[in-house]
C-alpha cells in the first residue's frame, strides 16, 4: 500500500501514569534509527510492524523537545575554521 507523504504521520503517545512511550511510524528514516536503537537497547523493542508502519515502545525519558541552536556568523565561522584544522591535522596522521 502506498501512502501520501500527508499520510504517513508519527505518532509519539505517552501519559503521566506510564513510563514508556509508544511511537507509531511510517516514517522510514525514523524506522531505521529505531531499529537499530532497538539492537542497541533492550529498552526500546519494536510491539507491532505491518506493510508500511511500525509502533515501538521507548521509556518516556528518551523523548525530547529541544529548542534549535542559534550560532552567530562569527562563532559560525570560528567553528569552521577549527573543524577545518582538525580535520588536516588528522589526515597528516594517516
Given at each position: 500500500m502506498n501512502l501520501t507523504k500527508y499520510e504517513m504521520e508519527t505518532i509519539i503517545n505517552f501519559n503521566d501514569a506510564e513510563d514508556n512511550a509508544?511511537?507509531?511510524?511510517?516514517?522510514?528514516?525514523?524506522?531505521?534509527?529505531?531499529?537499530?536503537?532497538?539492537?542497541k537497547s533492550q529498552l526500546i523493542y519494536r510491539?507491532?510492524?505491518?506493510?508500511?508502519?511500525?509502533?515501538?515502545?521507548?521509556?518516556?525519558?528518551?523523548?525530547?523537545?529541544?529548542?534549535?541552536?542559534?550560532?552567530?556568523?562569527e562563532k559560525r565561522r570560528e567553528l569552521s575554521e577549527r573543524a577545518k584544522t582538525n580535520f588536516h591535522s588528522e589526515e597528516g596522521l594517516k
Open positions: 509508544q511511537i507509531y511510524t511510517c516514517n522510514k528514516a525514523l524506522m531505521r534509527k529505531l531499529d537499530s536503537y532497538c539492537q510491539e507491532k510492524t505491518d506493510e508500511c508502519s511500525k509502533t515501538y515502545i521507548i521509556p518516556k525519558k528518551y523523548i525530547q523537545i529541544r529548542f534549535p541552536r542559534e550560532i552567530s556568523d
